[in-house]
């Protein structure tokens, strides 16, 4: 049953919680198990950390349901989607669109212009990309220090 808007609270999250180190540890996993090696650019809890970086949680009761961060580029001028990730308990719940929605507003209250990404390939990520289309992502060029390769690809917002 997907969560409706309401029933699910996000907040600015200092990363101090074993709830979301737990999540963040189930998201590194996931993406090394996925990716081939050296094309994986998630960041660990160091790099949440970061100057530059929010990152958010959303939880539905006591229970943590998802994450996800912006990361300012280009003097805060475009921002980058990292770590978005839902909790196993919450897939197929509307947890991740929820969390999109949040990223991007907060991306335009800061004036950002674009909103991008960057992902792997095959159907490990098929539903993300389903879900960054449906908001408008399109298909673009590497960004910010990445390059091109056959595993990664980039999607861009303009806001």
Known sequence: MRLRNDAVRIHEDDLSGEQIRA????????????????????LDLTGLKAPGVTVWSAWA?????GMA?????????????KSMRTHPDFLRRGVASILLAHVIEVARS??????????????????????????????????ADYRSGEFNQYLHLAL
Do not use: Q
Request: proline letters at 6%.
């Open 23 to 42: 999540l963040l540890r189930v998201h590194l996993e996931g993406m090394h198990a996925n990716s081939p090696p050296g094309t994986v650019f998630a």
């Open 61 to 65: 009761g006591d229970a943590i349901a």
């Open 110 to 143: 800061r004036g950002m212009t674009r909103l991008s990404l960057e992902t792997g390939t095959g159907p490990a990520f098929h539903a993300a990309l389903t879900l960054y289309r449906r908001r408008g992502f399109v298909d673009g060029e590497p960004f």
């Open 69 to 81: 961060a912006l990361k300012e580029l280009n003097g805060g001028r475009c921002g980058e989607l």
